[in-house]
């Protein structure tokens, strides 16, 4: 018998075989309840907590700014932008204002140079490098109100340790009031804020300075560059990042600082040692009212003085 047999058409790939799935896993992404949720559990309480910390407060503050409360706390009734226009009338606040912008820039500035030479010292190897970056985070650790507390003291007409010293010496006539003259508060005032900040700001440029490979400085000094050379096209350029985040902190820090200036002058006298948030604090005792005006104020200078450095310094940028 013969048997006809068809004749084999072109084969098919057969169809593939799907990956085994986990035991007990979802059958496809976002079958689950947690799935379909994406990062909303991982982020939502940061979220919960910049709301309820940073935006509601600042909610209420500018909220408050448009009320007319009295000193006791009760509220009685809307004031519109006047409290604006009292604030605004005040002859203390250009004075203010501008003692601020410069005790900003005057402490960042020496906070940073200082900070610099101190990472460049932590970075080299020498006998007691660990005991001394230890002895670094004392004005650290300490509280700042604790540290301003003792400067006051140490800087008292009658009891304090430097008149007492540099009367025994000769070097003054009889005790001097450091912080009852502005001349003389506000420098000590700068010394105490740098003080405070130099451990921050030192260990964030020294972590900057360790990200360095050393493979970059051999092939400068084999390309003949010297250290100032050295220094200037490498080490700083790739210093930059952890300069920026040291600058804006320390920015944000020393504006709002309070804890220095009030524990050793409260701002006196006559506000001639205030900034805006000591002068902010001044107000409350007069008009809540006010005071949150210059809450709101200050608020916004604080965000547009970080926004206009950032925008010079192209943090964003990796070229110079």
């Known amino acids: 018998?013969?048997?006809?047999?068809?004749?084999?058409?072109?084969?098919?790939?057969?169809?593939?075989?799907?990956?085994?799935?986990?035991?007990?896993?979802?059958?496809?992404?976002?079958?689950?309840?947690?799935?379909?949720?994406?990062?909303?559990?991982?982020?939502?309480?940061?979220?919960?907590?910049?709301?309820?910390?940073?935006?509601?407060?600042?909610?209420?503050?500018?909220r408050t700014s448009f009320l007319n409360i009295s000193v006791s706390g009760f509220v009685r009734g809307s004031a519109g932008l006047d409290q604006y226009r009292q604030l605004f009338a005040d002859p203390d606040l250009g004075s203010v204002v501008v003692a601020t912008v410069v005790w900003t820039a005057a402490v960042v500035g020496c906070t940073m140079l200082v900070s610099l030479a101190l990472a460049q010292l932590f970075h080299q190897r020498f006998p007691g490098?660990?005991?001394?970056?230890?002895a670094l985070i004392a004005p650290w650790a300490a509280s700042v109100l604790m540290t301003a507390v003792g400067f006051r003291w140490m800087l008292d007409r009658t009891a304090g340790?430097?008149?007492?010293?540099?009367?025994?010496?000769?070097?003054?006539?009889?005790?001097?009031?450091?912080?009852?003259?502005?001349?003389?508060?506000?420098?000590?005032?700068?010394?105490?804020?740098?003080?405070?900040?130099?451990?921050?700001?030192?260990?964030?440029?020294?972590?900057?300075l360790q990200t360095v490979p050393d493979e970059v400085y051999e092939a400068a000094r084999v390309d003949g560059a010297g250290p100032w050379r050295t220094?200037?096209?490498?080490?700083?350029?790739?210093?930059?990042?952890?300069?920026?985040?040291?600058?804006?902190?320390?920015?944000?820090?020393?504006?709002?600082s309070f804890p220095v200036i009030w524990a050793m002058t409260r701002g006196g006298p006559d506000s001639q040692t205030a900034t805006t948030t000591v002068f902010m604090y001044q107000l409350k005792s007069d008009?809540?009212?006010?005071?949150?005006?210059?809450?709101?104020?200050?608020?916004?200078?604080?965000?547009?003085?970080?926004l206009v450095f950032l925008r010079v310094s192209r943090w964003n940028k990796e070229g110079t």
């Open 129 to 134: 490098r660990r005991v001394t970056r230890w």
């Open 287 to 306: 008009d809540i009212g006010q005071s949150a005006a210059m809450s709101v104020v200050n608020f916004a200078l604080v965000v547009v003085m970080v």
């Open 161 to 208: 340790v430097l008149n007492t010293l540099m009367v025994d010496l000769g070097l003054v006539d009889g005790p001097r009031d450091w912080l009852g003259d502005p001349a003389t508060a506000w420098p000590w005032l700068m010394f105490v804020a740098v003080f405070v900040s130099l451990p921050f700001t030192t260990y964030t440029l020294l972590a900057g």
């Open 231 to 256: 220094y200037r096209l490498i080490t700083l350029p790739l210093l930059r990042p952890a300069a920026l985040v040291g600058i804006v902190i320390n920015l944000i820090n020393v504006f709002n």
């Open 1 to 62: 018998m013969s048997t006809h047999t068809e004749p084999a058409g072109p084969s098919r790939p057969a169809p593939p075989t799907p990956p085994p799935r986990a035991a007990g896993g979802p059958a496809r992404r976002g079958s689950s309840p947690l799935g379909r949720l994406g990062p909303l559990p991982w982020i939502g309480p940061a979220v919960a907590l910049i709301v309820l910390v940073v935006l509601w407060p600042v909610y209420e503050m500018a």
